[in-house]
């Protein structure tokens, strides 16, 4: 059985603590992560688990729920924002919107920036991979807020 969920946002920041641009579509590439970001290009010699990141809308509700904030879900600095899919929690499972393929390395751990949008923001993000996912680009392609977003592979298939 497929699961999947849906791609609800896109966003992408120029340099380091620029603001977040919010998009309807991007490339996405093995060689530059979400291209325009200044967090996705491949480093010859890097590990490169943090090409692209996802956050889950539901966890990120969560999270602003437990702290009693309204903060729009860019300024968790995520590249995508996926709806009514449960991202895995274990690297190496694989992701597919469209002909991209993204590999999840490990937990997007919440820094303390966060705090600085709410105080416990940080702390409300911890709890169950919250704060989303990084993931290495195996294969690129274009990609659209609405697109299909699917577990190909658990991290045990994976491996």
């Given at each position: ?28 590439t093995p060689e530059l992560g979400l291209e325009g970001d ?111 977003i699917e577990i190909e592979q658990e991290a045990e298939q994976?491996?």
């Amino acid at each position: 059985m497929v699961v999947t969920g849906i791609l609800a946002g896109i966003a992408r920041h120029a340099y380091p603590k620029a603001p977040m641009e919010v998009l309807d579509g991007a490339t996405i590439t093995p060689e530059l992560g979400l291209e325009g970001d200044c967090k996705g290009r491949f480093k010859p010699g890097g590990r490169n688990r943090r090409q692209v990141t996802l956050i889950e809308r539901g966890a990120w509700q969560a999270a602003l729920a437990e702290i009693g904030a309204d903060i729009p879900w860019q300024e968790r600095r995520a590249n995508l924002l996926v709806d009514g899919l449960a991202l895995p929690q274990e690297a190496g499972a694989l992701l597919r919107i469209g002909s991209v393929r993204l590999m999840v390395m490990v937990e997007c751990n919440p820094c303390y920036r966060m705090d600085a949008l709410h105080p416990g923001l940080q702390a409300a993000l911890t709890p169950d991979w919250r704060g989303g996912v990084c993931c290495r680009v195996l294969s690129g392609g274009v990609i659209n807020v609405g697109d299909r977003i699917e577990i190909e592979q658990e991290a045990e298939q994976a491996a």
